[in-house]
């Protein structure tokens, strides 16, 4: 590994507006364009957008359904934002509360369109039928109110995260729009990808880093080419750069750290291992999060509340998320054992590429094996038919216990999968899966059928059993 420092020219290079998008990624699709403003003390964002809608459905349309992301946060939201034991963490100076208000939307001509809000915090607008491949352009303002919490979204000690900032178009599943709540545990998010064209001016004199590219001088001018979500980050930070094959990798922190080298070598790991990652850039931005991190299409956030050897592994794991996740999308809401056991498990690949780090496959296989065993013990007792990883977020009884059932028992599941069928087959097969489900949302029958393209196993029954619950995976006495 050999790390690269930009020189200033560089810096002042990558610092430009990038203005010039990759068209032939992401033609035809769906089109977000946001103009808004980030007023420093007010704390809120304001803007306008247009969303350019295709309607790549089956169905025909009479309406569009978005999720107010930013109502997460309002008080007496139907779920809380994140799970009780992170409450102390997440809100360091007592409970603070955001908001998300929508107006003035009317189709490009200017007329008005109906709209309601439910109790999901799901904003539907009524639209003229829209045939299956016909398009409309929808033009709404939208005000954010940012709660002080070290969260996706929210402000902390001079840093404002915006993840999931702007009403987000809802899956659209069996016939119709999936109008699920914000839910407290996992990233209950299930958007399509789409094309981005943002400007979002900011207080000069602060870095706004985002998924496609670093403002300056108080403007960011970007746009992103057929990705799952559109995030920003703005604070007081320094930037260290290296460009990889075409790819701009940046490590972005208020101190003099820089875990480039990292980044760097996660990208060029799953580049070989999985197939190119199609983006210009990829950024870590070092940030107030209550967790280990958060990952957005070429923008992962790194909390600033971790040690060294932390801070490596959830930069290994948030850019593995690029491909599982980003690229290849997942219903996070209610197979999210799909992308966080697959990252999870990519995470300790990652470690086994490169014994540099000197952290051992093996051991980290059987930390989570013991782990898990431990856990069910304690929780579950002989219950082995409640380790079920096929549930609705909502679903989990507890943070831990969704985190067991897709982190740790995922895992251990890939790692499984991988033993049964043998490396290249395994390897082979993550590779129809990134390439066969590519800008789509995948499920578990996409990533059997992947690997079943290079083995003679038939898969189903033996990853459904430890997905269902039924496997019995040790002997609880
Ligand atoms: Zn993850």
């Keep these: 590994m050999k790390k690269l420092f930009v020189s200033v020219l560089a810096v002042v290079i990558i610092a430009l507006p990038l203005v010039a998008c990759n068209d032939e990624l992401g033609e035809g699709l769906t089109e977000y364009t946001i103009c808004a403003t980030l007023n420093e003390q007010e704390r809120t ?51 603070s509360y955001g908001y998300m208000t929508v107006s003035d939307i009317a189709d490009s001509k200017g007329n008005a369109l109906e709209f309601t809000v439910d ?14 491949t016909e398009r409309i352009t929808i033009n709404m303002k939208f005000v954010l109110g940012l709660a002080e919490i070290r969260h996706r979204l929210g402000y902390y000690s001079g840093k404002y995260n915006l993840g999931n900032w702007y009403p987000v178009l809802c899956a659209f599943k069996d016939g119709e729009w999936y109008k699920h709540p914000y839910y407290s545990y996992g990233d209950p998010f299930d958007s399509a990808v789409a094309n981005y064209n943002v400007t979002f001016s900011y207080p000069e004199g602060l870095t706004a880093v985002s998924s496609a590219g670093v403002g300056s001088d108080g403007m960011l001018n970007v746009c992103l080419r057929s990705a799952r979500d559109f995030a920003i980050c703005v604070g007081d930070f320094n930037q260290t750069s290296v460009n990889v094959g075409g790819v701009d990798v940046a490590w972005f922190s208020e101190g003099s750290d820089d875990y480039t080298g990292v980044a760097v070598d996660a990208l060029k790991t799953y580049n070989e291992l999985f197939g190119e990652y199609p983006y210009e850039s990829l950024f870590v931005v070092k940030t107030a999060f209550v967790n280990g991190g958060m990952e957005y299409p070429g923008l992962v956030y790194v909390s600033d509340a971790l040690n060294d050897e932390m801070i490596k592994e959830v930069v290994a794991h948030e850019i593995a998320h690029q491909w599982w996740y980003g690229v290849v999308g997942n219903d996070q809401v209610n197979e999210a054992w799909l992308d966080e056991g697959l990252t999870e498990y990519t995470t300790t690949v990652f470690y086994e590429k490169n014994p540099s780090y000197g952290v051992k496959k093996e051991e980290r296989i059987a930390d989570s094996l013991t782990t898990y065993m431990l856990y069910c013990e304690l929780y579950y007792g002989n219950g082995k038919k409640m380790t079920a990883m096929n549930k609705c977020v909502a679903e989990y009884n507890s943070s831990l216990e969704y985190s067991y059932m897709t982190y740790v028992k995922g895992q251990l599941l890939f790692d499984s999968v991988r033993t049964l069928i043998g490396d290249e087959a395994f390897f082979d097969g993550l590779r129809t899966y990134y390439q066969g489900c590519k800008f789509k949302v995948a499920t578990m029958a996409d990533i059997i059928g992947a690997l079943e393209q290079h083995t003679s196993y038939r898969l189903m029954s033996y990853v459904g059993s430890w997905v269902d619950g039924t496997a019995l995976l040790y002997s609880v006495n």
């Design 119 to 132: 109790e999901n915090d799901v904003l539907s607008v009524a639209i003229p039928k829209l045939l299956p």
């Design 45 to 95: 964002v304001t803007a306008d957008m247009s969303v350019d809608y295709v309607n790549d459905t089956e169905s025909e349309l009479s309406e569009l359904a978005f999720h107010l992301y930013g109502n997460a946060y309002r008080e007496h939201a139907k779920h809380f934002p994140i799970s009780q034991s992170e409450i102390s963490v997440a809100y360091p100076n007592g409970l």
